[in-house]
């Protein structure tokens, strides 16, 4: 969700911040705001709206020139996208100031004790109780690092905190419990923040923090850039925490456009790359796989009698297609569940289930509480995620890492074909050590998977076609798409995708559930997309789902066919055909989802929408 940013150093805070937030503005738009500290004081400006606003805002009302500050970029939780909720928070004082992503579950309560004892609180907002506690603790300990540690001990839910103090014009403080923070340390400065993109162009070194821990970074000494800055790292109590230094892996230049129009369009393009990225190092030279970061042992792996995988949104679409791949490869059961009813059910696991929990960002919250559920009742887990040095990855038994590089745009993209490889690679290698392919079997899908990032580049290459199509539909008020096996998930990432850029109403069917109730919805115009599986790997769904095709154009639908090179089957009945590079079955959705992908950004573009940042979303949900 929501986007944080501090800083502290020897540039100015506002540039450095400001530059930040536009980086992180995918994580929440619905308004922004910064606080710097300059000549004892503490000075802020907030907007609704997109940081264009708050930018206008400062040119009419500029602040003074500090060396420490603070932003926000917001999704609204509590209260709606106005000036007075927008972030920072202050107290009655304007001396201290806070940011805030997730949800502080008690807030009703502290906000009725703080107005009794006299606080006057303007916002409808959970963030402002945080700034009146501080307030209060800072003022008995004098302290800013101790009074967020006795703050917090008060607080339930899940957050982030980034504050700072006008007492303190060298430090920001941190906290987190739930909800992502990572420091960055750079040359006589320092950096907070929702995820590394906020400070990648000037620093690459990264300090992982613990759960339930703050952090103190201060800038010492006197004058520019000579001065160093410490950081240090507590438990919510005091005591020392562990915190982990590691380099971030790709630069500045992955994290901005490059010349596309929009950051959806450059993560389309790099999906070649994406996939080439997270097969490398995990192929040995006789083409056996190498999964060195499990971390389960193989012995373990070989007693497990069943599989679940747990995500939301397109990350549980890639679960539907990984249970289909692990039950074919392993014959292992394996079920997926939506993260955010998983343990809400009881399920039934045990200390032989295996939970896969697929995460862009490694924040879930519904994910990150499902497999809390699922390793207090023994299970182990295996996070597959994007993003190195996350909540789900570290509370996780193991963790496949997608290798993507940084997906800005909301609607994801890249990420969804990395986590089909990951997927893919995991329920390889279970069915390599536990003996259920020779080796033989395995390396001829090792091979097949190694050649698909060529497939994914001639799709791209061919395009053109597609974009023109969306373009005539985008007065359309409803698109369908249908698919079978796994076309079926391909066919709800593509309904996905429209709803989530273009505003329409899409959905996606199992095709053989059409004549058991949506062929109603099928009318005259309207268009339809079908997902066909290969005539060779699935010759009996194919012919089926040509029926399906024959049944609803008959009823006057405008059909739009996916289908394999060669296949001509479905030329009689394709309104518009989609041709894709033959492929094994299971691994077809890893082409045949672009031109879903490319279908859905363009006709977003036609009708005039934000595609990078589509309405009321926002690129990692935090909170439940």
Excluded at 271 to 278: H, I, S, Y
Excluded at 545 to 556: F, M, Y
Aim: charged share 25%.
């Amino acid at each position: 969700m929501c986007g944080i940013v501090g800083y502290v150093g020897g540039q100015s805070a506002l540039d450095v911040v400001i530059a930040g937030l536009k980086r992180l503005e995918y994580r929440g738009y619905d308004s922004s705001g910064v606080a710097v500290l300059a000549d004892g004081g503490l000075a802020a400006a907030k907007k609704a709206g997109k940081l264009v606003n708050l930018e206008k805002e400062l040119v009419g009302r500029p602040l003074p020139a500090g060396a420490t500050g603070i932003g926000h970029t917001r999704w609204a939780t509590h209260g709606g996208p106005t000036d007075a909720n927008a972030h920072p928070h202050l107290d009655n004082a304007g001396r201290v100031a806070v940011v805030h992503n997730g949800i502080i579950e008690n807030f009703a309560g502290l906000r009725a004790e703080l107005a009794e004892r006299g606080h006057e609180l303007g916002s409808e907002t959970d963030t402002e109780v945080v700034a009146h506690l501080l307030a209060e603790s800072f003022s008995s300990c004098g302290d800013l690092a101790e009074a967020m540690r006795l703050v917090c001990r008060q607080l339930d839910g899940a957050f982030t905190l980034v504050a700072v103090h006008a007492d303190e014009p060298d430090v920001v403080v941190g906290a987190r419990r739930n909800s992502p923070l990572v420091v960055g340390v750079g040359e006589g400065e320092a950096f907070l923040a929702s995820d590394v993109a906020a400070f990648i162009s000037r620093t690459r070194s990264a300090i992982e923090l613990g759960q339930d821990q703050v952090v103190e970074v201060r800038r010492d000494g006197e004058g520019g850039g000579a001065a160093g800055v410490s950081v240090s790292v507590t438990d919510f109590y005091g005591a020392p925490g562990e915190a982990r230094s590691y380099r971030i892996d790709w630069d500045a230049s992955a994290a901005e456009k490059g010349g596309y129009d929009y950051f959806m369009l450059k993560e389309i393009a790099e999906q070649p790359k994406a996939v080439a990225d997270t097969l490398l190092g995990r192929i040995d030279a006789g083409g056996a796989l190498r999964l060195d970061e499990l971390r389960i042992p193989d012995s373990v792996l070989r007693e497990v009698d069943k599989v679940v995988v747990v995500a939301c949104g397109t990350a549980f679409h890639a679960g539907m297609i990984a249970k289909l791949a692990v039950e074919h490869w392993t014959r292992i059961p394996c079920e997926t569940e939506l993260a955010s009813e998983f343990r809400y059910r009881d399920p039934i696991l045990d200390a032989r289930t295996l939970v896969i929990a697929i995460s862009q960002s490694g924040e879930t919250m519904d994910t990150l509480m499902a497999l809390r559920h699922a390793r207090e009742q023994g299970a182990k887990v295996l996070a597959v995620c994007n993003t190195n040095g996350s909540t789900i990855p570290r509370e996780s038994d193991a963790v496949l890492y997608t290798h993507a590089g940084p997906e800005i745009a909301v609607a994801s993209t890249k990420a969804f074909l990395t986590q089909l490889v990951a997927c893919y690679l995991v329920a390889l290698y279970l069915a390599q050590v536990r003996g259920a392919k020779w080796g033989d079997e395995v390396r001829d899908v090792v091979r097949e998977l190694s050649e698909i990032s060529g497939e994914v580049e001639r799709v791209l290459e061919t395009m053109e076609p597609v974009r023109e199509l969306a373009r005539s539909l985008a007065g359309k008020r409803t698109v369908l798409f249908l698919g079978r096996h796994v076309g079926y998930p391909v066919a709800l990432e593509g309904a996905l995708k429209l709803k989530e850029l273009a505003y329409m109403h899409a959905e996606g069917f199992a095709a053989g559930e059409l004549k058991h109730g949506p062929i109603a919805l099928i009318e005259d115009g309207l268009p339809v997309v079908v997902v066909v599986p290969s005539p060779r790997g699935r010759s009996v769904l194919h012919d089926k789902i040509v029926s399906n095709i024959q049944e609803i154009r008959a009823r006057g639908a405008r059909t739009i066919v996916i289908a394999e090179e060669g296949d001509e089957a479905v030329v009689p009945y394709a309104d518009h055909l989609i041709r894709i590079p033959a492929t094994p079955t299971l691994l077809q959705p890893l082409v045949s989802t672009v031109p879903l992908q490319v279908f859905a950004c363009e006709l977003a573009t036609a009708r005039g929408n934000e595609v990078d940042q589509p309405r009321n979303l926002a690129k990692s949900v935090t909170v439940e």
